[in-house]
């Protein structure tokens, strides 16, 4: 375990992994166990200071300043729980630490032709990701990466390790399925793999000219037969750089078919700047949607989902579009991205539940829409303005689309949404309780600074 201070090289190259600079706080001291014995011993010391002054970090690719840095207190940096281990005869498991990146979990599963149900970018972590649920190229298919998670191990407020799965302790595995960092600090996951050859996929971009033939191709694919082999980000952009607004699909058919039928909708969206589609791992995939991100940036996002309807993408598009324009005019090099994408089909009856409010025989997959609002800029004296603005145009889509779908994905929400409370009161009494029995005397919410809080 070392314990990084100020102005070590250690400490810097801590704080300069964060991926947004909203992150790179400056804690009084980083704290960075390499085994879950280490962070036992360092919640039993931590867990007599006063309010809210330990961070927990894995990847660090959250937004949301202070969920995983602090500027007061001690951070506890994870990231050197990073062992990945394949497990089983067939290699049918794969216990991977919470300071693992994906591109790491990639690397060991694609020359064996598995996969797991992981992030689409190369360097998200996989603590923040898995227990907020997880949208993988997989997801259509699989469900969350959550939903694939066989047992985790997980330090208690008290300094305890458990394992967390179907039949030990079923109900604070469920909880973390959604509830992130309320209940316990999760040091590993076990995964079930998947057996996955290569297939079909990449990204295809469009200049503005294309944005209605793009909202009318998602209409069309949402209206089409499900296909759980189909899974496409479709993203209408603003860069400020190019002083243009264009679009990409990340798309891809998890099966080794060119062409796939179920994204020809956006395929022969015409006309096209430049197409990717091809053969491919996920490796490969995952390192190239990472090449498209933005990087050294201030980063904000939220989000919010819908039910389907027709007509009703070009008026979300619209009321983004012009929030975009206006912000553009006081931030010039403002990037603004709005993005529509599947909610995944929730866990069958006879599966382990997640935290969210779907029941086994609903169909969000099919009837609903995830929204993606992510909003990035250079200048801190901006931030203000920008985030004045992903709110208010959140406001008003949400506005439009109404509250029949109130699920807000934890992972895509901005620090001032309540995605735990969009799971519903039921699901909310039953986190609460959990909460109360493994964390009596509330570190989580009282120690611990940053994430969405429970209302216990
Ligand atoms: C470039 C980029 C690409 C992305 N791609 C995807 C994608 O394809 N699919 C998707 O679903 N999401 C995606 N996301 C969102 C991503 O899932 C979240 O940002 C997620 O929190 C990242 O995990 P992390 O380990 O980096 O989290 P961190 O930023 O380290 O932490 C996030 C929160 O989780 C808590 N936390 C972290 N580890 C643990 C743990 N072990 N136990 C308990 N609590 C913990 C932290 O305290 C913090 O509040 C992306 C984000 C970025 C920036």
Redesign the pocket.
């Known amino acids: 375990m070392e314990i990084l201070l100020p102005n070590s090289s250690g400490y810097k190259t801590s704080i300069s992994s964060y991926?947004f600079l909203n992150s790179r706080q400056s804690p009084k001291c980083i704290v960075a166990p390499t085994n879950a014995a280490e962070v036992s011993k360092i919640i039993k010391k931590l867990g007599v200071r006063e309010n809210n002054q330990v961070?927990?970090?894995?990847?660090?690719?959250?937004?949301n300043r202070g969920?995983?840095n602090t500027d007061s207190g001690v951070t506890l940096d994870?990231r050197g729980l990073n062992k990945i281990a394949l497990q089983g005869p067939n290699d049918d498991v794969v216990s991977v630490g919470?300071g693992a990146l994906w591109r790491e979990v990639y690397a060991t599963l694609d020359p064996i032709n598995r996969t797991v149900v992981g992030?689409?970018?190369a360097s998200?972590?996989?603590?923040?990701?898995l227990?907020?649920?997880?949208?993988?190229f997989f997801s259509p298919k699989y469900g969350f990466g959550c939903d694939n998670v066989v047992n985790m191990e997980v330090v208690l407020a008290n300094g305890a390790i458990v394992n967390a799965n179907a039949t030990s302790h079923p109900d604070l595995f469920r909880a973390l399925k959604g509830g992130?960092?309320n209940f316990g600090?999760?040091?590993r996951f076990d995964l079930v793999t998947h057996v996955q050859s290569e297939y079909w996929g990449g990204a295809i971009q469009y200049p503005g000219s294309a944005d209605a033939a793009q909202l009318a191709a998602f209409e069309s694919f949402k209206a089409a037969p499900y296909d759980g082999f189909a899974e496409i980000e479709q993203t209408f952009v603003y860069f400020g750089a190019l002083k243009a607004f264009s679009s990409t699909n990340n798309m891809f058919y998890t099966k080794s078919v060119v062409n796939a039928s179920a994204l020809k909708f956006f395929s022969d969206v015409q006309p096209q700047t430049a197409n990717t589609m091809r053969i491919s791992n996920t490796s490969a995939f995952a390192e190239e949607i990472e090449k498209f991100?933005p990087t050294d940036q201030f980063a904000s996002y939220s989000t919010l989902s819908f039910r389907m309807a027709p007509g009703i993408l070009p008026r979300i598009y619209k009321q983004w579009k012009d929030a975009t324009t206006s912000l553009s005019a006081k931030v010039p090099n403002v990037t603004s991205v709005l993005t529509f994408q599947d909610i995944p089909p929730p866990p069958s009856a006879n599966a382990p539940k997640n935290s969210f409010p779907f029941a086994p025989d609903s169909t969000p997959h099919k009837d609903n829409v995830l929204v993606l609002f992510s909003f990035y800029w250079s200048h801190k004296e901006e931030s203000a303005l920008v985030e004045s603005t992903i709110k208010s145009v959140t406001g008003s889509v949400q506005e439009l689309v109404g509250n029949k779908v109130g699920f807000k994905y934890l992972?895509?929400a901005a620090a001032w949404q309540d995605p735990i409370g969009s799971y519903g009161e039921e699901i909310n009494k039953a986190l609460a309780r959990v909460a109360r029995t493994y964390d009596p005397n509330r570190f989580f919410q009282r120690v611990v600074s940053?994430?969405f809080k429970l209302k216990v």
């Open positions: 991926f961070a927990i970090r894995s990847g660090g690719h959250t937004p969920f995983a994870l919470t992030a689409r970018v998200v972590g996989v603590g923040g990701f227990t907020g649920g997880g949208l993988s992130q960092g600090i999760v040091t991100q992972n895509y940053g994430g």
